[in-house]
């Protein structure tokens, strides 16, 4: 079946602009995850929404930075007045149930001047 | 204080030798684990989760939990150079969100 989803692959902005990151999940899948992950470094968690449950933001950086999940699906990742700071991988991940094993997308390379 | 940890090495080992990967994680009620692979410049992939104490074996590789001890350990047999990567290591339980490691990279000598 298809897998988890990420559009654009690729993204350069230039510094003050706002961007969007959308994430599609594997059908069926009621958690999604937003991690972002800079150069040779490790995961940092973002947020994860859980079927109808609220959202846990506790990881975004700022408040530049938000997301929302339309309809228990398809979920876009905002940032605000993006910083060089910002430039990452940013990665969704979906999984059947906040305990269960995630699956990846391909990632956005956001890449800011 | 990190949830997950993790030595991020590099963890050298030759063509056709064992690779031993470790994680400790400080959340007893820590329930489930998971490893995955992540090839440079590209997304993690899942290789297995373990739920229960013991080991449990798919093919070359074997995860092994120890509850009592908060670690889980993943070993390669017959290693390869396309083996060669950052292995992350995740782990939850009940309520709480997975949470990853910072991955340990291994490099498989020919």
């Known amino acids: 079946g298809a897998g988890v989803s990420q559009s654009p692959s690729n993204k350069v902005t230039e510094k003050g602009k706002d961007v969007e990151l959308r994430c599609d999940p594997i059908?069926?899948?009621?958690?999604l995850y937003w991690y972002r992950q800079s150069l040779g470094q490790g995961l940092e968690f973002l947020i994860y929404?859980?079927?109808?449950?609220?959202?846990?933001k506790s990881g975004l950086p700022s408040d530049r930075f938000s997301a929302e999940r339309t309809g228990g699906s398809v979920s876009t990742l905002t940032i605000q007045r993006t910083q060089q700071e910002d430039s990452a991988v940013y990665l969704c991940?979906?999984?059947?149930?906040?305990?269960?094993?995630?699956?990846f997308g391909p990632g956005t390379r956001l890449t800011v001047t | 204080q990190k949830e997950v940890e993790q030595n991020s090495g590099p963890l050298s080992v030759p063509e056709g030798a064992i690779a031993s990967l470790n994680c400790t994680y400080s959340d007893r009620g820590s329930q489930s684990f998971f490893w995955y692979r992540q090839y440079s410049g590209k997304s993690p992939e899942l290789i297995m989760f373990?739920?229960?104490?013991g080991d449990k074996e798919d093919g070359r590789f074997t995860a092994q939990l120890n509850k009592a001890s908060q670690y889980v350990s993943l070993l390669i047999r017959d290693s390869q150079p396309s083996d060669s990567a950052t292995y992350l290591c995740a782990g939850g339980g009940g309520y709480q969100k997975v949470t990853f490691g910072t991955g340990t990279k291994l490099q498989v000598i020919p």
């Open positions: 059908s069926g899948h009621t958690a």
């Open positions: 929404f859980q079927g109808n449950s609220a959202p846990d």
């Open positions: 373990i739920y229960s104490n």
């Open positions: 991940a979906s999984s059947q149930g906040l305990m269960r094993e995630q699956y």
